[in-house]
């Protein structure tokens, strides 16, 4: 009594992945001037997976081509931007963008912070994106506001973007 026959996991398959399994940061790579006004611009250029002392990715790369980021892979993913500030009084925002149709594109998160002068700002924003067909969902980001500039490194992560596939769609 109380044995257990033995059991071969040679016929188990199909079992879902546990745990994460694409992780990544893109960092904007220079400054570059806010639009001066409420209205958001996309950003376009100076996009660059990080390159920070001890940074490793986790899977496929996303891929960007004129500020528009297309999934390695579909499945669940979180979507976070962290839009880092300077500047005299004013305010800055932050926009993260979808398309589910690879042509027009929807505002799904949204932050805001003010700065006064001199002063460094930091908002974030972040979406859940349900990636079912990778050539249709894609993402953007956009900034605006009436503080000088969005502040970027190549060094380090001052404004970045991070991915991370949560789980299977």
């Known amino acids: 009594t109380g044995n257990l026959p033995a059991i071969s996991g040679a016929a188990l398959t199909s079992l879902p992945a546990q745990g994460i399994t694409n992780h990544q940061i893109w960092v904007l790579t220079t400054q570059l001037s806010l639009t001066g006004n409420s209205s958001f611009a996309d950003i376009t250029a100076n996009l660059a997976e990080c390159t920070a002392p ?3 990715r986790i899977g496929s790369a996303m891929a960007v081509s004129s500020g528009v980021f297309t999934f390695p892979e579909t499945g669940i993913w979180a979507v976070t931007g ?4 300077t500047g005299t009084t004013g305010y800055s925002r932050g926009n993260i963008t ?3 149709n690879n042509s027009s594109y929807s505002n ?3 932050c805001q912070e003010a700065t006064s002068t001199q002063e460094y700002a930091m908002a ?12 249709n969902v894609k993402v953007m980001f956009q900034q605006g506001g009436t503080a000088p500039s ?3 490194s190549s060094s380090f992560n001052r404004t970045h973007f991070v991915f991370t596939r949560m789980g299977d769609t």
């Open 98 to 100: 979808v398309t589910t």
């Open 124 to 135: 974030s924003a972040e979406a859940l994106i349900d990636v079912t067909d990778v050539a």
């Open 82 to 85: 962290y839009w880092n500030f």
């Open 150 to 152: 969005l502040d970027g």
């Open 108 to 110: 799904v998160a949204q």
């Open 54 to 56: 001890g940074y490793a």
